[in-house]
């Protein structure tokens, strides 16, 4: 199902009719200041489960926490002045932000790892449907792989990993990326579409590891590194 809204005025009812959707494990796609993501509520572990089944993925680092503003990167993650000045410098925009995260969000997400990405987009939508949520959405970046096509089958475990003797992400190829929101129907357990009438680029986040004491560039991407 598509919902057309308008960027920076959506339609109070739409915004509260998709944030329920996600708090009963609900999917849902949108687009970001980069491509289009597919997301669910930080706060169910249905919509949780299903987000991580259609994305094929089992390296954590693709997932990201897209946040309202930076006082929520602080419920969820280690963040101190020195990274805290960082972040604010260049949010919102085109990165995320490996940190450590905090006891609580781990459990949420019931992570393997003890970092987590974070995000703003510099993007009217996903800052909307935050609000109306009360919690981050939970993001991946959309790709035609989780389309139940017979040209793109599913990925296998390996998919999405790090290369051998790397800690570097590698690119999203640029044609797995969505230009429109139609494109996106055929996604499995998609349940709404939040189509804003505008193509995005297909482009992808640069992301960037700053839990520990120096910043590691993990995957090169929208955001310009070093700046």
Known sequence: MIEYVTAGNTDDRI??????????GGLLALPLDTSWAVVCSLQSKEGIKKLRRISGERDERHFTLLCRDISQF????????????????????????????LLGTEKALGLRRKEVGV?????????????ALGC?????????SMAAD??????????????DNS???PPIPEEDLFDGGWEMEDIRDLD?????????????????????PEVHLLRPGAGPWPV
């Open 15 to 24: 915004l509260s009719r998709s944030a329920e959707m996600l708090s009963k």
């Open 150 to 163: 017979p040209g793109f089958p599913d990925q296998d475990d390996s998919a999405g990993s790090a290369t």
């Open 74 to 101: 602080g419920e969820l993650c280690d963040l101190d002045n020195t990274r805290f000045r960082l972040v604010k410098r260049l949010s919102p925009g085109p990165y995320v932000w490996i940190l450590r995260t």
């Open 192 to 212: 709404l579409i939040l189509d804003t009438g505008e193509e995005r680029p297909r482009i992808f986040s640069t992301i960037l590891d700053i839990s520990g």
């Open 136 to 144: 981050p959405l939970y993001a991946i970046t959309a790709k035609r």
């Open 167 to 169: 800690n570097e992400l």
């Open 119 to 131: 995000r703003i987009p510099n993007h009217p939508l996903p800052l909307d449907l935050i609000k």
